[in-house]
């Protein structure tokens, strides 16, 4: 059984930083390309980034792109959500994700497992 488990976020001021960690368990983690979604109140969940399994890839939403990154540790099971010059349009509840295929490519794949979601506020 996967499990994932986010944490690191909180309350933070405008312009301000948070790093987001997911440690994730249960199939081998280095064989799995991992994402990060986000879901603000009455609004749907929408990609924020995602990471091939080798690291050597990223995708990044066009609205957090240059503020947000994404980065992953296989040794640690551990993938990273670097967040820059928050804004409060980035208030929403953070999850990451795993793919469902393994080796697969970075885009245009489905994702099985889910994390419960962290919270972040932006205060303006």
């Known amino acids: 059984q996967v499990q994932l488990v986010e944490s690191g976020g909180g309350l933070v001021q405008a312009g301000g930083s948070l790093r987001l960690s997911c440690a994730a368990s249960?199939?081998?983690?280095?064989?799995?390309?991992m994402g990060w979604f986000r879901q603000a109140p009455g609004k749907e969940r929408e990609f924020v980034a995602a990471i091939n399994w080798r690291g050597t890839s990223i995708n990044t939403a066009d609205s957090v792109k240059g503020r947000f990154t994404i980065s992953r540790d296989n040794a640690k099971n551990m993938v990273y959500l670097q967040m820059n010059s928050l804004k409060p349009e980035d208030t929403a509840v953070y999850y990451c994700a795993q793919q469902k295929r393994a080796w697969g490519p970075l885009t245009g794949v489905e994702y099985d497992y889910w994390g419960q979601g962290t919270q972040v506020t932006v205060s303006s």
């Open positions: 249960g199939r081998t983690f280095s064989s799995y390309g």
